[in-house]
T-cell receptor, first 113, second 117 residues
Framework: AQSVTQLDSQVPVFEEAPVELRCNYSSSVSVYLFWYVQYPNQGLQLLLKYLSGSTLVKGINGFEAEFNKSQTSFHLRKPSVHISDTAEYFCAVRGYNFNKFYFGSGTKLNVKP | GAVVSQHPSRVICKSGTSVKIECRSLDFQATTMFWYRQFPKQSLMLMATSNEGSKATYEQGVEKDKFLINHASLTLSTLTVTSAHPEDSSFYIC?????????????FGAGTRLSVL
């Protein structure tokens, strides 16, 4: 079974400041890792994913995430946030042979001017 | 453009009525459809998985007689919330899995916000 933990339910940050959204997972099998963003009243949009290879993954909108197998983490980072980054961010895992996603509880990023 | 179309995007209904939500895969054939539900301030939880032409597999705690899923074709799955009650108010999202060439692809729909009065 898999589970995903996002410890921070809300992260307030000022515009142009760096941000890190934390994600830890547990799984008895190897997994793929994902970050999705959900803007108000919209569906999920894929930010980035780790399937294999380099542990540093770059996504859209200037976001990146680093897979750390020993710490079972996949934290999301952005060096300088914009007001438009205000949204809810979900970390998710999926087993290699399974197509069910397991989502974290989400982190609301609130970027202030 | 969107590769998974979900309709309607928003629906308001009276308690006791049934609501049908459609999920269509565009430009690819979805052998498997997943239906998720997101309650306010909570994460998405998988409700059921359906393979084309087969009965859906429901997650524990999800009432199959209340949430009817039909996956009659490779491009369309429907979720019908029967005899909806206010506690069914939620955000429902589908995800379609299929093949594009030799590669598996999976996309999410934009979601349907259901409000039951």
């Amino acid at each position: 079974a898999q589970s995903v933990t996002q410890l921070d339910s809300q992260v307030p940050v000022f515009e142009e400041a760096p941000v890190e959204l934390r994600c830890n997972y547990s799984s008895s099998v190897s997994v793929y890792l994902f970050w999705y963003v959900q803007y108000p009243n919209q569906g999920l949009q894929l930010l980035l994913k780790y399937l294999s290879g380099s542990t540093l993954v770059k996504g859209i909108n200037g976001f990146e995430a680093e897979f750390n197998k020993s710490q079972t983490s996949f934290h999301l980072r952005k060096p300088s946030v914009h007001i438009s980054d205000t949204a809810e961010y979900f970390c998710a895992v999926r087993g290699y042979n399974f197509n069910k996603f397991y989502f974290g509880s989400g982190t609301k990023l609130n970027v202030k001017p | 453009g969107a590769v998974v179309s979900q309709h309607p995007s928003r629906v308001i209904c009276k308690s006791g009525t049934s609501v049908k939500i459609e999920c269509r895969s565009l430009d690819f054939q979805a052998t498997t459809m997943f239906w998720y539900r997101q309650f306010p301030k909570q994460s998405l939880m998988l409700m059921a998985t359906s393979n084309e032409g087969s009965k859906a597999t429901y997650e524990q705690g999800v009432e199959k007689d209340k949430f009817l899923i039909n996956h009659a074709s490779l491009t369309l799955s429907t979720l019908t919330v029967t005899s909806a009650h206010p506690e069914d108010s939620s955000f429902y999202i589908c995800s379609a899995l299929g093949l594009a060439g030799a590669k598996n692809i999976q996309y999410f729909g934009a979601g349907t916000r259901l409000s039951v009065l």
